[in-house]
């Protein structure tokens, strides 16, 4: 009648809990490393889509006007790349957050670019000529340059040169991409 329960071997409490443990551990580990790839893999994205509307709408640019020639107006080959972009918003005057980030853009170590297309301080980071594109980048051209940034996902952060800001520079016939030290080129076209 009555009928025996053989004994069933299962984990006990503290096996789980260790287990679970070297889980967190280990997803404690990796998962960082994941989102961090994750992140640049959109950076990269980002800029491959940026160089090529700003090539694009260049070349466009140039096969209906003919070229800029070496010594062409800065703005002229501004507004011509703009011509041919999807455009939502102009700006104008020089404050920070109205078409660029509020405090500028920095280094990567956060020091403000200096020398080249990037500027020589903050206040020299010009948001006069500045426009919004659709895709929601953030451009702007540096005062009396051949340099046209732009921040590949606009207001959001890290707002740093290398890492989600980008500069092209803008020679008589073509765009090419540019970076504002060599510590922090990354080759994002490969």
């Not at 000529?129 to 659709?134: G, L, P």
Request: glycine residues 10%; charged residues 15%; aromatic residues 12%.
């Amino acid at each position: 009648m009555y009928q025996r329960i053989k004994n069933k071997r299962a984990f006990t409490l503290a096996e789980v809990l260790i287990t679970l443990l070297i889980i967190g551990v280990i997803a404690s580990i990796v998962i960082p490393g994941l989102i961090a790839d994750t992140q640049q893999a959109e950076y990269k994205t980002a800029w491959k889509k940026a160089f090529g509307v700003a090539s694009q709408a260049y070349k466009r640019a140039i096969a209906e006007n003919g070229s800029f020639g070496p010594y062409g107006s800065n703005t002229g080959k501004l507004d011509a790349l703009k011509n041919y972009m999807s455009i939502v918003k102009n700006c104008s005057g020089s404050t920070f957050g109205n078409c660029w980030a509020t405090n500028g853009v920095t280094r990567q170590d956060g020091s403000y670019p200096g020398g080249g297309c990037v500027g020589y301080s903050q206040s020299n980071q010009n948001v006069s000529n500045a426009f919004i594109t659709s895709d929601g980048m953030y451009w702007l051209q540096y005062s009396n340059m051949d340099c046209v940034a732009v921040d590949t996902n606009g207001i959001k952060g890290p707002n740093k040169f290398g890492k989600d800001v980008f500069d092209f520079y803008m020679t008589e016939s073509v765009v090419k991409p540019n970076c504002c030290s060599s510590t922090e080129s990354v080759d994002y076209l490969k």
